[in-house]
């Protein structure tokens, strides 16, 4: 058993620097060994009925633990990618040859050996998992302007002559976008209002409304 603890942190500990160093170069990408496994496998006509057109007793609590159990499946695929199988992969070896070398018996080094591939794989897999989510949530959508006060930045021709630019604060970020407009040309420093996307990269925008004045008896 030692010499298979040994392979795989040799195998998994080379893999892993051989990721690291490739990371730094910006050629690494993570690849998910599993396919989307969020749909569900069960049959369309999951009911079965009996002679009466009734639901037949117990069906109910068989696809409930057959749902529980493709959600578990699903889950576990989905953990897995290149880096926490690696991570698993050295850690099943590190953890074997620790317990190997500190007295225990095969069973023991093998659970040892299991358990610490397992928390590798589902602790590199949760932290991944969780940074992708930040850089997805970190990203500004050009569609949150929408709506938002702005300042022109560069001059934008009125009835769509060109376009100038704008400076717009979205998702707490002051973001420059082009701008164009159908009114009349807004100049350097006019306040305005984003009211449409016109491309991925340009908004439309009208002259901002003036603040209501209130009167004085």
């Known amino acids: 058993m030692e010499q298979l603890y040994l392979l795989c942190a040799i195998l998994g500990g080379t893999i892993f620097a051989g990721q690291f160093l490739l990371s730094l170069i910006g050629l690494a990408g993570d690849h998910e060994l599993s396919g989307d496994s969020g749909g569900d496998h069960f049959d369309g006509g999951g009911v079965h009925a009996d002679g009466d057109g009734h639901e037949a007793a117990g069906s109910e609590t068989h696809h409930g633990a057959a749902a529980e159990h493709e959600a578990a499946h699903a889950w576990f695929l989905r953990m897995l990618s290149i880096r926490t199988v690696v991570a698993g992969l050295t ?67 009125g009835h769509r002559g060109g376009k100038g630019k704008i400076t717009v604060t979205v998702q707490n970020r002051t973001m420059e976008y082009e701008a164009e407009t159908e009114h009349e040309t807004l100049p350097t420093g006019a306040m305005v209002q984003v009211v449409a996307i016109s491309n991925p990269e340009t908004v439309e925008v009208v002259p901002a409304p003036e603040p209501a004045r209130t009167s004085h008896a």
């Open 91 to 157: 850690f099943f070896g590190l953890g074997g040859l620790a317990a190997s070398s500190s007295g225990a018996n095969p069973l023991g080094s093998l659970t040892i050996a299991a358990g610490s591939g397992f928390a590798a794989l589902y602790l590199v897999g949760w932290a991944m998992r969780t940074l992708m989510r930040l850089r997805s949530d970190g990203t500004v959508h050009i569609e949150n302007a929408v709506g938002q006060p702005a300042v022109v930045y560069l001059t934008i021709p």
